[in-house]
């Protein structure tokens, strides 16, 4: 039996003037999987993660996250915000708020969402911040005085401040060097393995998508030219996609992710199962 749909995309169409960014797009994410989205510039990854997260919206088609259509939530903005809460998001940059410590950022959602003591919610966001490998003394720092990899790892904290059962990544290893991509490649399948989280990530990190993600589309022309893992997408001749694996990069990419033990596949019942209620 099929992995339970958690989004589906359906015949999204999205234009910004004359410029066509999706013309009929159709894609399904599945329960407990890390699923990339990849593209050239201007093929319309980062817009359709912005739909997926209700901050934007097509032009025409459905998306359907959670089983909730997107476009027929309506005004009333309680069952968005409701919606939005069984999610987390990783931007790009961090989006950390820089007046705020790292602690008080982990904190910040729990504050707007929830009627928990301080005290509990610091506890909380002491907590995030350990699973995601950083020190206590982090939390009193500011953005401005982190790394690039402790920012990462800080965001990604404060995206799993509510407990999410479905994660978005914005270029999580970006401008990272190898070291400190590894530390958060090594964090997202912990993460993976631990929750059973679903996991939507835009990236263009080459060792992400052959020794992480499960399923990966790329997109080109306003469609999704191909699905698969990093293998199956390789033995696809669409020009589309054909430029993600004929590079020196890629090869040296894909001969890592061949010494690597085999990665264990979405589990779609024992992983969802360990993910505490």
Known sequence: MDAEVVIEVHQVSTRFGEHVVHSGLDL???????????GGSGS????????????????????RVLGVDLQQLGDDP??????????????????????MT???????????HSDLPD???????????????????????YPAELSGGMMK????????ALDPELLFLDEPTAGLDPVSAGGVDELVRTLRGLFGLTIVVVTHDL?????????VAVLAEGKVQGVGSMAELAQMNHPGIRHFFDGPRTRAA?????????????NTDSEAASKPK
């Open 78 to 99: 309680a069952p968005a915000l409701a919606l939005r809460q069984r999610w987390g998001v990783m931007f790009q940059h961090g989006g950390l708020f820089g007046s």
């Open 102 to 112: 790292v602690k008080e950022n982990i904190g910040l959602p729990l504050r707007e």
């Open 254 to 266: 894909q001969q890592a992710a061949d010494r690597q033990p085999p990665r264990r596949q979405a």
């Open 44 to 63: 319309g990854k980062s817009t359709l993660m912005r739909q997926m997260v209700f901050l934007q919206q097509p032009d025409t088609g459905t998306i």
């Open 153 to 160: 790892r800080a965001s990604l904290a404060r995206a799993l």
């Open 28 to 38: 399904t994410v599945r329960r407990a999987e890390i699923f990339a989205l990849v």
């Open 119 to 141: 005290a509990l919610i610091d506890h909380i966001a002491a907590a995030k911040l350990a699973l995601t490998g950083l020190a206590p003394e982090v939390g009193a720092l």
């Open 207 to 215: 060792d992400f998508l052959w020794q992480l993600a499960d399923r």
